[in-house]
């Protein structure tokens, strides 16, 4: 079927705060291809600059490096 793409955002205004001042948007993907399959993207902006992580893993905050990353992502969700 057609994946769903159900992009939660948040931002962590809410949340105590952490050692650093950290602002984070936070969007899932998710579809279900035989179960429910998630990917999660964090934007960031700490006091070291711009961060991207998928799934938790840092990514450089370049076009190739999101797009490998996401590529990688979905390869892993999907076991291929």
Sequence with gaps: ???ELDPGISMNGDEPDDDEDTD?????LSW???G????????GLSDDGIY??????EIRPERDA???GL???????LDL
């Design 52 to 57: 991207l992580q998928i799934n938790e893993i």
């Design 66 to 68: 999101l797009e490998q």
């Design 1 to 3: 079927g057609d994946p």
């Design 36 to 43: 429910e399959m998630e990917i999660a993207v964090d934007l």
């Design 71 to 77: 590529i990688e992502a979905f390869r892993d969700e």
């Design 32 to 34: 279900d291809e035989g």
């Design 24 to 28: 984070v948007i936070t969007t899932i």
